[in-house]
């Protein structure tokens, strides 16, 4: 009987099957230049087209937008910043650019490990490119990762992973947080990158099962001797208990920050979009592509998004980007004449149009 040789080559993937049952899977580590062009040619948005969203009391700094639709309305949830420290709040919209704030659903408590910050990413966020941008439930609940912390401040003291849940996910009520981190740098297992503090969090849905586990958290962190933030990994299984993956950062430029992880899947690649800043001047918006969410190439072409205009002269930096009817829509936290705000660039000119 002769051998049977099959390849199959898709978007990066070579899968071989012979005669005997044996099975090789090679996945491709690096995105070629020339899928990286194409990624950045489908989620470029050259237009800004302004603030979009300042919070109802303006003295306040709002910061990190992550946007979702649930019966045909569209949802933002951000982070208010007021001195003594982050506390989530609730908007929505009925077209993407005019928002109205909802209302508070993470607030400070007292004698409790998060008592000062409560800073809420909605997790489980479906990541199809151009898809419905539903949230998926998980054992009947919806779930929120934040970023926590007892001390008073902007991001001060030591800065740890928790999760909330809730049954109503577009209410204005106070989400349940649990009595303790899931990830801290304090944990025996602490990574070197990670052992000083940890900041924002993303928690998707894997699909494909590429980690071995069907859910993954990529957030940024600083370390001791790493004085500079990275991205790096974790893996669960029940949206509880967490493992770190790996043991290195996914994504660092060894200085500044790497930081504020959003994830789509276009076709077969995964985007990671995620803002840099320090290791040249100011904060802009870059992303990186992979095939298995683990190995992940950098983009080394131009910003996404930099500060280019009065409302975003000094900072340009933490993205949400989704794709709706055709058009991409970039928002992203923009610090300058208006303050910290929420503001958007697109990739049609929406504002002449």
Known sequence: MKNLFLSVALMGMTLSLSCCNQKEITIKKEVSQEVMEQIFEEVKTPYKHGVVFQHPDTSKMIDSPTIFRQDEVWYMTYIVFDGQGYETWLAESKDLLQWESKGK???????????????????????????????????????MSYLGGNSTGYESGTLKIGMANTTALTATEE?????????????EDVRWF?????????????????????????YNAKGDTANYESIGMAVSDDMISWKRFGEDPVITRGKGICGDAQIAKFNDIYIMFYFGAFWKPGAFERFACSYDLINWTDWEGEDLIAPSEDFDEKYAHKPWVIKWDGVVYHFYNAVGSEGRVIALATSKDLKNN
């Open 105 to 143: 659903i993470m607030s400070f408590t007292e004698n409790t490990w998060d008592a000062n910050q409560k800073a809420g990413y909605v997790s489980l966020v479906n990541t199809e490119w151009g898809g419905d941008y539903s949230v998926e439930k998980f054992e009947d609940q919806y779930w």
């Open 194 to 218: 990670e052992n000083k503090t940890i900041y924002k969090s993303l928690v998707i849905r894997d699909n494909e099962m590429d980690t071995g586990h069907p859910f993954v958290m990529y």
């Open 175 to 187: 989400w349940k947080t649990n009595d303790r981190p899931l990830l801290s740098p304090e944990d």
